[in-house]
């Protein structure tokens, strides 16, 4: 079905509830986020020649008109092809073309530096802050939303590209169906009173979760900043009430930082979603000391968004089970609309407790990858997904990431997990961020190196580290190498670039 019936039908039940708000100030109501929404449909279909099957690329930063120009593409029956605001103009422009966008949407001087971009010519460009989007959502409008099938695509993400070019992960309309519905379930309960707020990239993750709320006639909240700023969303969350947020790792522990030296307790907040990358246990617990029950862990990929495995609210709160550490350093167990394994290189089933590649599939798993046939056949084999994670899962289904299969080091031949290793280093106070990777040696095949961001106040002792891994975890797993530097080299999701370190170190 066409996502955007959903948006149809709750202007049709919720038509004077608050749709979409700028900060604390309602902006648009659902009748009103529905009738712009089909009049820019209708100027897409009349002015850009859209329909079924084309697609619009949108790249700008959270706003409100985001929504609005998702829900009219899909109300053409056109697929959204949504870029992270943070990437630079030319790997836009190469997302873009690669994509074979018919139109793209975006904002200021992005919108002008692609009018210009010579790849691009001939392809037209709205610049949501100089070109009239409001004139545009003036046109006549189509009558209802276009008919699509659950295999028709909706939304063509790209993946981060931490190594190579990205590729254009396809999601249908079946996919996102299945998506949506299985938060209900599996992640938190939502209804009319909520508040989804988009502090991360709507491009990503954040803007996944916008169906739940549509569906429910919830409110749509961009902050004024655009993006994530810790302080905003304690002054916003309590005034606006029943919050709900999807954040990377890297900002959950901002914001408990932040909430730590004003005192804050998430007044205001209802649920944090937190996935993208590895939270480790102890800034979870910390979270949860600080901020209190409010956060709900997922793990999954483009190829299978938002949905491989869940660890509830409740269970992410837990301190009485025997094994709640264990649990709180897992993902959860299987969505409810998937199933897991954990298989060998063979695609063999790996007994509970082993480490394996985990394998997925189910109604979330994608189409394909947009033009790229190899690549699709490399990681959809045999019915299912093979993400390319390393993990295990114990008797009762809860699975724990080890570490994405190229990221496994193999020293002595012996397999080394650097998450595991970045777990106990993150244990010590002296440590703020830390990555580690294996670097090439001619006696062991590799050796363990820890790139280390100190905390503010501490100095730069290896041997205290040493010490400190010793004590927690097997002699062969502990660094050989200790690199302290400034900060981690992250993607625009916020996502660490081992494959950088790595290139330090052999450029050294």
């Keep these: 079905m066409n996502p955007a019936l959903w948006l149809e039908r709750a202007a049709q039940r919720y038509p004077d509830s608050p749709a979409l708000l700028s900060g604390a100030e309602i902006v648009a109501d659902y009748a009103r986020f529905y009738a712009r929404t ?140 299945a998506m949506t519905l299985a938060y209900f379930v599996d992640v938190d309960a939502a209804d009319q009173t909520d508040a989804a707020l988009y502090a991360a990239p709507m491009s990503h993750g954040a803007g996944c979760y916008n169906f739940v709320f549509t569906m429910r006639g919830a409110r749509h909240v961009v902050p004024l900043s655009g993006g994530f700023d810790p302080a905003e969303i304690e002054t916003l969350a309590p005034d606006i009430g029943n919050v709900c947020l999807f954040a990377a790792p890297t900002m959950v522990r901002r914001m408990v930082s932040q909430a730590r030296l004003s005192g804050y307790k998430g007044d205001g907040l209802k649920t944090i979603v937190y996935g993208g990358g590895p939270m480790y246990v102890a800034d979870i617990v910390e979270a949860v000391d600080v901020m209190g029950p409010r956060f709900v862990q997922i793990y999954g990929q483009a190829e299978s968004p938002m949905t491989i495995t869940a660890l509830s609210r409740s269970l992410v709160a837990d301190r009485t089970h025997p094994r709640w550490r264990t649990r709180l350093g897992s993902v959860g167990t299987a969505h409810s609309c998937v199933e897991v394994m954990i298989a060998d ?86 440590v703020a961020q830390v990555s580690v990777v294996g670097q090439a040696d001619a006696e062991w095949g590799e050796t363990v190196v820890a790139f280390v961001v100190p905390e503010a106040g501490f100095t730069q002792d290896e041997a205290l580290l040493d010490a400190h891994c010793l004590a927690h975890i097997a002699r062969f797993k502990r660094p050989k190498r200790y690199v302290f530097i400034d900060d981690l080299p992250k993607n625009a999701y916020g996502k660490v670039l081992k494959t950088e370190l790595r290139q330090r170190l052999q450029a050294r």
């Design 345 to 430: 290189q063979e695609g063999r089933e790996l007994p509970r407790g082993e480490i394996g590649e985990i394998l997925v599939r189910g109604a979330t798993v994608m189409a394909g990858y947009w033009r790229n046939e190899e690549a699709s056949r490399q990681a959809l084999r045999g019915g299912w997904l093979w993400t390319g994670d390393m993990g295990a899962m114990d008797e009762d289904g809860f699975v724990t990431l080890h570490d994405r299969s190229k990221d496994m080091i193999i020293s002595g031949g012996t397999n080394i997990y650097p998450r595991e290793i970045e777990e106990v280093l993150l244990t010590h106070p002296a």
């Design 38 to 177: 089909l009049g820019l449909a209708g100027a897409l279909r009349d002015v850009y020649g859209l329909g079924a099957g084309d697609h619009v690329a949108i790249f700008m930063s959270n706003r409100t008109e985001y929504l609005e120009v998702m829900y009219a593409a899909w109300a053409v029956g056109a697929a959204v092809v949504p870029i992270n605001a943070k990437l630079h103009v030319r790997e836009a422009a190469w997302i873009i073309g690669n994509a074979e966008a018919k139109l793209i949407v975006s904002a200021g001087t992005a919108a002008d530096s692609l009018r210009s971009d010579p790849d691009l010519a001939g392809r037209p460009v709205i610049d949501v802050d100089g070109d009239g989007l409001d004139a545009l959502c003036q046109s006549d409008p189509v009558p209802s939303p276009a008919r699509l099938s659950q295999d028709d695509r909706a939304w063509i993400f790209y993946s981060s590209g931490t190594t190579g070019r990205p590729k254009g992960v396809i999601q249908t309309c079946g996919n996102i169906q």
